[in-house]
């Protein structure tokens, strides 16, 4: 990651961000973990994950991301039957252009048959007549970029769908697609220790340094929505210069994991996931923490040894 200093750091960010006309909460919540394990088949406890859902509402959640290759087809249901009918404040994003395997691993889908078919997927389990944001997830097959965003306007323009957004994208396709639409969102791997995209070597085209994207974001004033803000649970091993930020905090490693990219950028709207009702109230405490400009500067140094 490259450094910061103290003019490029936002120790004191905005607490709200617009997407496409909604103006939500910096923290929302991902809906990856609700399914079983390794994102696959139902939950062991349906009725807590229903309460997970239900109790992010409750603390001031705003956004949610789901899809209905989650599971597949178990986060959206349990969305569906935690909060139909849904808060008029409340934003549900899905994504399609993937699909799950049978060995529980993930693969493309973005043929714009299946991108349709997808969409419907996600209409029906959220009980909706009209997605309000759906990410494009670029992986690779042998459908161009373009004709895969070409489908997704298509289908705004019937009505299926309010507002396109980008995820596992470089800045290359973010510009080719703002040359078509707007694009109200961008969805990549991002988080303390880094990343250069999920399943980067299946992208369509080279993924670059994630501060790359997440830099044009800031400056063409696009939301940034990191996945895997936590880094898929590794702040529970020690980190150096996080663990010392959270001990001066009071707080967890994670909760100050959370607070930096909240620092990190005006535009960022991390969306952590959890199927613990402990871990999501954990999460939200971190919106309060403030974190000074050495303080972000001292975790990304750290994250680039």
């Known amino acids: 990651m490259r450094a910061m200093d103290s003019q490029t750091a936002f120790a004191h960010p905005p607490s709200t961000l617009d997407l496409g006309g909604h103006e939500?909460?910096?923290?929302?919540?991902?809906?990856?973990?609700l399914p079983g394990k390794d994102v696959w088949g139902p939950p062991e406890d349906p009725e807590t994950a229903r309460k997970v859902v239900r109790r992010a509402v409750e603390l001031g959640v705003q956004f949610i991301d789901t899809s209905w290759y989650y599971g597949p087809h178990v986060s959206n249901p349990i969305i569906a039957e935690a909060l139909y009918p849904y808060p008029a404040d409340l934003v549900i994003a899905t994504k399609l252009g993937g699909r799950r395997t049978l060995d529980k691993g993930w693969a493309a889908f973005n043929r714009p048959e299946e991108l349709r078919q997808g969409c419907e997927h996600d209409l029906r389990e959220l009980r909706m007549e009209t997605l309000e944001l759906v990410h494009l997830r670029c992986l690779a097959n042998e459908v161009p970029f373009l004709e895969c965003l070409d489908a997704l306007i298509q289908l705004r323009a019937e009505g299926k769908l309010r507002h396109i957004?980008?995820?596992?994208?470089?800045?290359?396709?973010?510009?080719?697609?703002?040359?078509?639409?707007?694009?109200?969102?961008?969805?990549?791997?991002?988080?303390?220790?880094?990343?250069?995209?999920?399943?980067?070597?299946?992208?369509?085209?080279?993924v670059e340094a994630p501060e790359e994207v997440l830099d044009f974001c800031t400056a063409k004033g696009i939301p940034f929505l990191p996945f895997f803000p936590l880094g898929m649970g590794t702040y529970g091993r020690p980190h150096g210069a996080l663990d010392a930020v959270a001990a001066r905090h009071g707080a967890t490693p994670a909760q100050i994991a959370l607070a930096w990219l909240l620092a990190r950028s005006p535009v960022m709207l991390p969306i952590p996931g959890t199927a613990s009702l402990a871990h999501l109230e954990e999460n939200w405490a971190a919106r309060a923490i403030?974190?000074?400009?050495?303080?972000v500067a001292d975790i990304a140094r750290e994250a680039r040894t």
């Open 290 to 295: 403030r974190l000074t400009a050495g303080e």
């Open 165 to 206: 957004g980008l995820s596992n994208v470089n800045v290359a396709q973010i510009k080719a697609a703002l040359e078509r639409t707007p694009v109200v969102t961008v969805q990549n791997l991002y988080n303390v220790s880094g990343g250069t995209g999920f399943l980067a070597k299946a992208t369509h085209a080279e």
């Open 24 to 33: 939500v909460r910096r923290l929302g919540y991902g809906a990856m973990r």
